[in-house]
């Protein structure tokens, strides 16, 4: 399938997705751990904009033993596109959702006794047997059970019918510090002592997201939750190890439209941005609604930061554009977003590329999770095309007719 063709059907920018990347970082972390250590694919907020049915599946078929979402909602569209494997909705859910939930066969986290009387409740309304895994407040100060209520707890959730204890976890607030870390850990181990001693064993015990995994092998326990790392990426200040990831995500349009201008004009809203000399500017079709030349801003954690952060504001200040610093890539060559960004139109100085043309493709940097879903996704192996996820969710395969279903059964 050749450029016109693609944006034929899915329009003139969209995310290409490397299944091999995908499943090539699963297997990597995958080696990382004891064979009877599981791992769990975390696919939530639609896998890191990766577009979580496709992700799922090539996650699956690499190896995980199990997914992990965030909603109700998250759960449910894997399993209407027919995903089997064991799913945890690893945040509480509000009564009203337990139905679908159990139905659906999600695996429901328990953070308090109240969420456990109303998994038990609504088992036995609808029937559906509830796993449950018990998620015990060891320091993120987020969700999660006492630690000495948990085996209080347990023990009476034991006489329960239609509730299976399956799990038991804990996440860890920041895994690179690691006497935070180690203090976590112990506090769940001790709980789930309790819970030894009450005869109550539950066979998936985790507590690893991806800087635990890297960071504190000694932590892995029955299983690992890995996001990030299966996505190509590191974690801020994790030790990178001998692991080889391989880069799934590039984000690529192509050029709507170019003109000449002189120096001195003023370009996009605002003017906020003038030229300082003629030249040439390309028009491409993706903005702020897409989540494009949008920097997270976090509080300063020390004066350096809030170093950084004052010069940046300073030279915005001093008319550098709203495009500050974003630059695309047009034929291999690096060229600056100028003008205030868009909300779907943006503004690229190609002056200094030569011969540049309406429908040239164009690579930029788009965040992975602020990426919006509105954005077409291409599957693509070895960078072939194979099926495309249009806006609105709906997958077609691409290519060859068969592509789809027989290429899947044969793994990636
Ligand atoms: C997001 C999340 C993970 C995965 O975290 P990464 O750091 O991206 O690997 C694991 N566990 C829970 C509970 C999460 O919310």
Not at 270 to 289: E, F, H, Q, W
Request: glycine share 10%; proline share 6%; charged share 20%.
């Amino acid at each position: 399938m050749d450029l016109k063709e693609l944006t034929g059907l899915v329009g003139p920018r969209w995310i290409e997705i490397e299944a091999t990347a995908l499943a090539h970082n699963l297997r990597a972390v995958k080696g990382l751990l004891l064979p009877t250590t599981r791992l769990m694919a975390v696919v939530k907020a639609d896998a890191y904009g990766a577009g979580a049915v496709e992700a799922a599946r090539i996650f699956v078929n690499a190896g995980a033993d199990y997914l992990g979402v965030t909603t109700l909602a998250e759960g449910v569209e894997l399993r209407r596109a027919g995903i089997t494997a064991p799913v945890l909705v690893m945040s509480p859910l509000l009564p009203e959702e337990l139905p679908g939930a159990l139905k659906a066969d999600l695996t429901v986290t328990v953070c308090s006794r109240s969420g456990a009387e109303a998994v038990a409740a609504a088992a036995t309304a609808s029937g559906y047997r509830a796993r449950v895994h018990l998620k015990i407040e060891t320091g993120l100060h987020r969700t999660g059970l006492h630690p000495e209520e948990a085996a209080i707890l347990a023990g009476e959730m034991r006489d329960w019918t239609g509730v299976e204890i399956e799990g038991i976890y804990s996440h860890l607030a920041e895994a690179s510090r690691p006497e935070a870390a180690r203090r976590q850990f112990e506090l769940l181990q001790k709980v789930i002592a309790a819970l030894a001693e009450r005869g109550i064993h539950p066979p998936l015990k985790h507590i690893c997201n991806s800087t635990g995994i890297l960071q504190h092998p000694e932590m892995h326990l029955d299983m690992v939750r890995a996001g990030t790392l299966l996505y190509g990426q590191f974690p801020y200040r994790a030790p990178r190890r001998n692991l080889d990831l391989r880069e799934p995500w590039r984000f690529k349009t192509r050029i709507l439209f170019i003109h000449e201008v002189a120096a001195g004009t003023p370009v996009g809203y605002g003017g906020d941005y003038v030229t300082k000399k003629d030249t040439r500017l390309a028009v491409i079709p993706v903005g702020y609604a897409d989540g494009f030349a949008l920097t997270p801003v976090g509080r300063p954690k020390n004066l350096s930061d809030l170093a950084r952060y004052l010069v940046k504001t300073i030279l915005a200040y001093l008319g550098r554009g709203g495009g500050e610093g974003t630059t695309v890539t047009v034929a291999g060559r690096e060229a600056p977003v100028v003008g205030r960004v868009g909300m779907q139109l943006s503004m690229v100085d190609v002056g200094h590329l030569g011969e540049v043309k309406v429908g040239d493709e164009v690579e930029a940097v788009l965040r992975r999770p602020t990426a919006s879903a509105r954005l077409p996704r291409v599957y693509c192996r070895e960078g072939r095309p194979y099926l495309v996820r249009l806006p609105g969710g709906e997958l077609l395969p691409v290519g060859s007719p068969a592509a789809g279903k027989t290429e899947w059964a044969a793994g990636i």
